[in-house]
């Protein structure tokens, strides 16, 4: 077995420094005990979502045109937790390669197992509510349905230019950078899994957003944690790319949160209308699905405490006019690098 490697074991006491980025040597440093605790959190509040109580399920109590708008809200919901695995995967071996202190490194394969728990949430409403494996795959039975199909076809078709895109931005950013996107997306999502777990009349839809709740609030501990950590220290070229990822994270995030806008989602031009029909349609079935003034406000307010964490270390926060902010304007933002994840 040939090899190009020349072995130096013999030539020397003690071999060279492993070049970096490596995830090799290993340390486990332990300095911020407060990310200890979210850790310990993690493992006490795992959940599965297999386990919950689907014998309360009957999906055939519910018209064909009522489980294809709810699964089109699931659907909506996988194309951000769906790529959160991978995503968190691809963060948590940033960690390791950087030579981030032992519970950093733990907390993030914690984030990464709970979106998988999410993700399985998705795939098992999903699921059970089309008797198919997949919303692309699926043949609907209504006119509503056939239409929210070609909207799943183009959501999964821009979902995979953010990962993309994303791919290409993880290895160019600083931690300091990906923690500041990775917070945006876990204060909105603790706010509209809260609020849907309140009006659900579902059971096991209620104590799956309870439980996806609970697990985007430890995710939020962890960037607040972090960032009070390393903000401090940030350095000036950081800023202004935190501003613009901010910026970024609030036209990808729209599409799950509020409604997708036109600079990054390219979408038909039915896709809003008909995306709000299925939303009437399920909130009717008693399935919560925050209304358009709703969803602008919790947006709103979800960017306000975003920008008040930023303000502590002087970050700008960029101008989101669509829901009435003020703050710098942000025209060149590259939609095609961006980080932000739910």
């Not at 970096?20 to 340390?27: A, D, E, G, H, R």
């Not at 960690?95 to 490194?105: G, I, K, L, N, W």
């Not at 940030?234 to 501003?243: F, P």
Request: aromatic share 12%.
């Amino acid at each position: 077995m040939s090899s190009s490697y020349t072995q130096i074991a013999n030539t020397m006491e003690f071999p060279p420094e492993t070049p970096q980025p490596n995830v090799y040597p290993l340390s486990w440093v332990s300095q911020t005990k407060k990310l200890e605790e979210v850790y310990a959190a993690a493992v006490r509040e795992n959940w599965d979502p297999a386990k919950l109580p689907w014998d309360t399920f009957d999906p055939s109590r519910y018209s064909w045109e009522e489980r294809e708008a709810i699964a089109y809200w699931w659907t909506i919901l996988s194309v951000f937790d769906a790529s959160a695995p991978p995503v968190f995967a691809h963060a948590l071996i940033k960690t390791y390669e950087v030579h981030e202190e032992d519970p950093v490194r733990r907390c993030f394969f914690s984030v990464t197992r709970d979106e998988q728990n999410h993700e399985q949430m998705c795939g098992l409403a999903i699921t059970k509510l089309l008797e198919a494996t997949s919303p692309l795959t699926y043949e609907p039975k209504t006119d509503l349905g056939r239409r929210l199909k070609k909207n799943a076809h183009w959501l999964y078709y821009n979902g995979g230019r953010y990962w993309d895109g994303y791919k290409k931005a993880v290895p160019k950013y600083s931690l300091a950078v990906l923690f500041s996107s990775f917070l945006m997306g876990e204060i909105a999502a603790a706010t509209i899994f809260h609020q849907m777990a309140a009006g659900c009349t579902e059971p096991v839809f209620k104590e799956a957003f309870r439980n996806i709740g609970r697990d985007e609030g430890r995710h939020m501990a962890i960037c607040m944690s972090v960032m009070e950590r390393d903000y401090p220290n940030l350095a000036m070229e950081d800023r202004s790319v935190i501003t613009k990822q901010i910026r970024a994270g609030y036209l990808f995030l729209s599409a799950v949160l509020f409604e997708p806008p036109p600079e990054f989602w390219d979408l038909p031009s039915d896709f809003i209308a008909t995306q709000r029909e299925a939303e009437e349609v399920a909130r009717k079935a008693g399935f919560h699905i925050p209304t358009y003034e709703a969803k602008k406000e919790n947006w709103r307010n979800a960017m306000l405490n975003l920008k008040g964490v930023l303000d502590r270390y002087g970050i700008p926060f960029p101008a989101i006019p669509e829901v009435g902010i003020t703050g710098e304007e942000v025209r060149d933002v590259d939609m095609e690098e961006i980080i932000p994840v739910f």
